[in-house]
């Protein structure tokens, strides 16, 4: 049977760094308690201040997956203009 992936939502992933933030546990201990891996809740860390707003690495983030998006959304546009402009080149002759 596949693994499942677990999906959580942005209120647990902030709630979870502020506990490992609050916590006087260990952080692996903390990460188990939760049910999560240790490099899943530093990975969270990364993108939550303690205060649970969203660090500049979150939003670097977004930016990064919103131009890649862009990217390959410009490639189509580029290969289908590529086809069109053979196909009227070859009914003009």
Not at 9 to 25: G, H, I, P, T, W
Not at 35 to 62: C, D, F, H, N
């Amino acid at each position: 049977m596949p693994n499942k992936r677990q999906k959580f939502d942005e209120e647990f992933k902030k709630n979870a760094v502020r506990l490992s933030f609050a916590s006087n546990k260990p952080f692996k201990e903390t990460a188990e308690d939760l049910g999560i891996g240790v490099s899943m809740l530093y990975r969270w860390r990364k993108r939550y201040t303690p205060e649970g707003e969203k660090t500049q690495y979150a939003s670097l983030e977004e930016e990064y997956r919103a131009l890649r998006l862009e990217v390959a959304e410009l490639r189509m546009e580029r290969d289908m203009l590529k086809k069109a402009a053979a196909y009227f080149a070859k009914n003009q002759k």
